[in-house]
């Protein structure tokens, strides 16, 4: 008679709850525009794990950046302090335009030592929302990219709805990709136009 340890087993049970989604930051610098951009993608990605944070400041990138560093050392503060990991942020984003800020080269340098991403428009954030509807409109100064944005959504005026460009998402990420791809073998990154928000949105999707 086999022994009672050699009996098949029933598999155990399922883990009562699953992983915890990432807790993404995202530290705008625009107090419209491009929050209510991503809380709009977020809401219809069903993920309620993105915090978003609008910088005190605006007109320097790196403003953004120690904001961004400001808030993930204090998430990872308290996340000690409670003993519990889910409290401190798992990526924290950036967004900001090139348009004429000064010091974007310090702002990329004090991202990379805090372990912070960017995503940045060259010109600027209607760049992104442009591609939703057209591909690349060649270098454009920001004034003339919003009057293009106009040309597809009437009476723009930087409030966003996120239905209005949802249909155009996804030809939106591999407009932008390309345009990266490109400026990257032309040896010019982020050169206008290009955008890297597709980066920040393709996380976004991935901690679903």
């Known amino acids: 008679m086999p ?18 989604k990432p807790v993404i930051l995202i530290v705008c610098e625009g107090e419209r ?18 915090r978003i944070k ?24 308290h996340a000690r302090r409670e003993v519990d990991d889910n409290l401190a942020y798992d990526a924290v984003w950036c967004v900001f335009d090139v348009d004429d800020h ?20 060259n010109p600027c954030f209607e760049l992104w929302l442009l591609l939703h509807f057209r591909g690349s409109p060649g270098m454009q100064h920001r004034d003339a990219m919003r009057k ?5 959504v009437p009476g723009y005026d930087k409030r966003v709805e996120f239905a209005v460009y949802a249909p155009g998402y996804p030809q939106a990420v591999k407009r932008a990709d390309q345009m990266d791809k490109r400026a990257e073998e032309d040896g010019d990154p982020g050169r206008n ?5 597709y980066r920040l949105t393709r996380e976004i999707e991935r901690s679903e």
Do not use: C, W
């Open 54 to 77: 609008i910088a005190p400041e605006h007109g320097d990138p790196r403003t953004l950046v120690t904001t961004a560093k400001e808030s993930k050392k204090a998430a990872e503060a």
């Open 102 to 121: 000064p010091q974007v080269a310090d702002a990329r340098q004090m991202a990379r030592a805090n372990d912070i991403e960017l995503a940045i428009s």
């Open 148 to 152: 293009l944005l106009s040309g597809h």
């Open 33 to 50: 525009t491009e929050p209510e951009y991503f809380e709009g993608f977020a809401r219809a990605r069903r993920n309620s794990r993105v």
């Open 193 to 197: 136009p290009t955008t890297g928000v």
């Open 3 to 20: 022994n009672r340890r050699d009996r098949d087993r029933r598999p155990g049970r399922r883990a009562p709850f699953r992983e915890p």
